[in-house]
C-alpha cells in the first residue's frame, strides 16, 4: 500500500485514500477467519485497520515534501528520509490524542468523519453477515473494473473538461476526474460540504481565472490551447489563492477551537504536575487516551530530535517552528477531514502554509539553504497528513465502541514500520526513474521546491496569498464555512465535481426515499447505511485497482505510457464513451442503494 501510494502520488499529485480499504481488507480476513472457525473480534478487526491505513497517510506527506529536495539540487536519503518521516509522523499522532475528546466525540453529529463513519460499517458489515458483504463486494467489483477499463485499457477517459469563452472573456473552464471514489466520497459527506466544496471551485474557475487569463496573466507556455491557459494559471496563481484562504481558515478554525486547545494544555500541564485524576482506572475504557504525560514527554523529545540530529539539521528555529506548526495544523486537519475528508484533505496547502511561515521565520535569520525550510515544511505536512488518518480511525473506534489508547499505540506501531520504509521506497523510485523525470513528474514536490526557493528570494506570489486571505475573512463575516471553499479553490475542478456529483446523489436518494414512503425515518436510515456501505466499495475498488495498475507500471509489465493494456480506441470515441461510463456508473450505484439485497439492514 505504502509503496503504490507513493508511486501513484508522484506520477499524478494525489494519493488515494487507504483507511477504507484496509478496512475492507481486514473485514474480509476476519470474515474468513469466521467461516473457518477461527474467529476474530470486531474491536481486533479495527486495531488491524488502524494500524495498517497508516502508511497511506505518512506516503502523502513524504511524496509532496521530502521529495522536492531533488528539485534543488540534493540526492535523497534514506536515513534522513526515514528520520524526517518518523518524526513527522509521531507528531501527527502525539498532537491528535488531546484532540480526540473534542473532535470525535463532542463534535460527533457535526463532524461526520466519511471515510471513519464508512470503515465503522464495512467492519460492521463483514461481522453481521452476509448482506452487508454483498453490498460492499458490489460496491467493489464495479469501481474495480470501472477503473481497469479506463486506466488499464483506456477504453474511456474518466476526465471529462472544457475550457471556453465568453464575449472577450476567456478562460471559463468546467470539468470532472469522475471516478468512483470520488463520487463515494461526496455520498459519505453529503450534499451540503460536498457544495461548499464545489462553490469554491467554481469561484476559482469560473470566476478568477478568466479575469486573469482575459486581463494577461496565462504563462507564455500555455498558449497551445485554452484549457492548458487554465491549467497553468490555477498552478501559477490560484492554488496560492487556495492557500491564502487555508491559513486564515486555518487560524479561524484553530481560534474557534480555543477552549479545546487551551482545554487539552491545561490538563496535560495537570498530568504532568501530577494533579489531575486521569489514571485509566477513573475513566471508561472507551475514553482511556494515551496520557498527556506521554504526549508532553513525546513531544519534546521530537522536537530535541529536529534540532540534534544529523539526519535532520533544521536547528534550533526550524525545530520549534516545525513543533509549534504542526500542533496547529494537526487540530486543522483533523477538523477538516471530519468534514470533507481525508482524500480531500489538503495537506500540500498545510505544507504550503508552514513553507511561508518558516521561510519568513528563517530569512530574517539569514537561512538561505532552501532545504532547510523544506524540510521543516515536511515534518508538518506529514503531522497532518497522520492526524487526518488518526482522526478517522478514532472515530471508527468511537462508533465500534473501542479504546482509544490502544488504537493510539497501534497508530504510533504503524507509522514507524512504515517510515522506516518509506526512506528505502523514495530512494528506489529515484534511482530507477529519477524524481521529476516524465514517468514521475512529483509535481506537488517540486511546486514545494519551488515555493521555498521564491520565499527566500522573494518571488513568492504574496498578492494571491493576500486575495487568498481577504476572501476567507469575507466568508468569516459572512458565517460561511472556510476551509471547505478553500478546499475548493485550491483543488482542480476536477476533483470538486465529481464529488459534488456524489454529494447530489446522495440528497436525490434522501428526498426520493423521504418522499415516496419513509413515514418513520427506518427507511431513509437504512438506506442511508447502504449508500455508505456500496460507496465504501467504490472507494475501495478505485485503490485497489490503482496499486495493480501502479504495480503493473513499477515491475514494467505491458506498455510503459499511459494504460499497461491499451485497446486502441481513438480520443474522440474514449471522451464519449467516457460519457457513457459515468451515466452506468450513477446508475448502477443508485440503484443498489434503493434496491438492496434482501435481508440487509443496519
Known amino acids: 500500500m505504502l509503496t503504490a501510494n507513493m508511486y501513484l502520488g508522484m506520477r499524478s499529485g494525489m494519493t488515494i485514500s487507504a483507511s477504507i480499504p484496509a478496512a475492507v481488507m481486514s473485514m474480509g480476513l476476519f470474515y474468513v477467519l469466521r467461516r473457518v472457525g477461527i474467529g476474530g473480534s470486531l474491536l481486533e478487526n479495527n486495531i488491524v485497520q488502524t494500524m495498517t491505513s497508516a502508511g497511506e497517510a505518512l506516503a502523502a506527506g513524504v511524496i509532496f515534501t521530502i521529495a522536492g529536495v531533488t528539485f534543488l539540487g540534493e540526492p535523497i536519503d534514506m536515513i534522513d528520509t526515514a528520520t524526517v518521516a518518523i518524526l513527522g509522523g509521531l507528531l501527527g499522532v502525539l498532537f491528535m490524542i488531546p484532540m480526540r475528546r473534542y473532535l470525535i466525540v463532542d463534535k460527533h453529529k457535526t463532524l461526520p468523519y466519511p471515510e471513519g463513519t464508512a470503515c465503522a460499517d464495512v467492519l460492521e458489515a463483514g461481522d453481521s453477515g452476509e448482506s452487508g458483504v454483498k453490498l460492499i463486494s458490489f460496491g467493489f467489483l464495479l469501481s474495480a473494473l470501472y477503473m481497469w477499463l479506463a486506466s488499464g485499457m483506456a477504453a474511456f477517459r474518466t476526465t471529462i473538461q472544457t475550457a471556453f469563452s465568453v464575449g472577450e472573456t476567456r478562460g471559463f473552464a468546467i470539468g470532472g476526474d469522475f471516478t468512483p471514489a470520488l463520487i463515494g466520497v461526496g455520498y459519505i459527506i453529503g450534499p451540503k460540504i460536498a457544495g461548499y466544496v464545489f462553490g469554491g471551485g467554481l469561484i476559482a474557475w469560473l470566476m478568477l481565472i478568466p479575469m486573469l487569463i482575459t486581463g494577461g496573466f496565462a504563462p507564455e507556455a500555455a498558449d497551445a490551447g485554452l484549457m492548458a491557459q487554465a491549467n497553468a494559471v490555477w498552478d501559477q496563481y490560484i492554488r496560492y489563492v487556495g492557500a491564502g484562504a487555508m491559513i486564515v481558515g486555518g487560524f479561524h478554525a484553530i481560534i474557534s477551537m480555543r477552549k479545546t486547545i487551551t482545554d487539552a494544555l491545561g490538563t ?208 468569516i463575516l ?67 485497482m490503482g496499486i495493480v495498475i501502479g504495480g503493473l507500471y513499477i515491475t514494467g509489465v505491458g506498455e510503459s505510457g499511459g494504460a499497461p493494456f491499451p485497446i486502441g480506441f481513438s480520443s474522440a470515441l474514449q471522451q464519449a464513451l467516457g460519457v457513457v461510463a459515468v451515466i452506468i456508473l450513477v446508475i448502477l450505484f443508485t440503484a443498489s442503494i434503493l434496491r438492496a439485497p434482501s435481508g440487509t439492514s443496519q
Open 268 to 475: 496535560a500541564a495537570a498530568e504532568l504536575r501530577g494533579s489531575a485524576n486521569t489514571s485509566p482506572s477513573s475513566q471508561k475504557r472507551t475514553q482511556r487516551d494515551l496520557s498527556m504525560k506521554f504526549v508532553g514527554g513525546g513531544a519534546l523529545l521530537v522536537m530535541l530530535a529536529l534540532v540534534v540530529l544529523p539526519q535532520v539539521q533544521v536547528g534550533l528555529i526550524g525545530g520549534v517552528i516545525a513543533v509549534i506548526a504542526a500542533f496547529l495544523f494537526v487540530a486543522v486537519s483533523a477538523y477538516l477531514v471530519g468534514v470533507v475528508g481525508s482524500s480531500s484533505n489538503p495537506v500540500s496547502g498545510m505544507a504550503v502554509a508552514t513553507i511561508l511561515i518558516a521561510a519568513l521565520a528563517m530569512k530574517s535569520t539569514g537561512v538561505t539553504d532552501p532545504v532547510v525550510v523544506l524540510v521543516t515544511a515536511s515534518v508538518v505536512a506529514i503531522a497532518a497528513a497522520v492526524a487526518g488518518d488518526t482522526s478517522q480511525d478514532l472515530k471508527t473506534g468511537y462508533l465500534l465502541g473501542a479504546t482509544p489508547r490502544k488504537q493510539q499505540i497501534a497508530q504510533l506501531v504503524g507509522i514507524t514500520i512504515s517510515a522506516v520504509f518509506s526512506g528505502a521506497v523514495l530512494y528506489f523510485f529515484n534511482q530507477a526513474y529519477g524524481i521529476g523525470s516524465s514517468t514521475i513528474p512529483a509535481p506537488q514536490a517540486g511546486m514545494m521546491a519551488l515555493i521555498s526557493e521564491g520565499v527566500l528570494t522573494g518571488t513568492a506570489q504574496w498578492g494571491m496569498i493576500l486575495i487568498g486571505a481577504v476572501f476567507a475573512c469575507v466568508l
Open 478 to 544: 459572512m458565517r460561511i464555512p472556510v476551509l471547505p471553499f478553500a478546499v475548493g479553490i485550491y483543488l482542480p475542478i476536477t476533483l470538486a465535481t465529481p464529488i459534488f456529483l456524489g454529494g447530489l446523489i446522495r440528497g436525490g436518494v434522501d428526498r426520493y426515499v423521504t418522499r415516496v414512503d419513509d413515514k418513520d425515518g427506518t427507511r431513509a436510515e437504512e438506506t442511508t447505511y447502504r449508500g455508505r456501505i456500496v460507496a465504501a466499495g467504490l472507494i475501495t475498488g478505485e485503490a485497489i
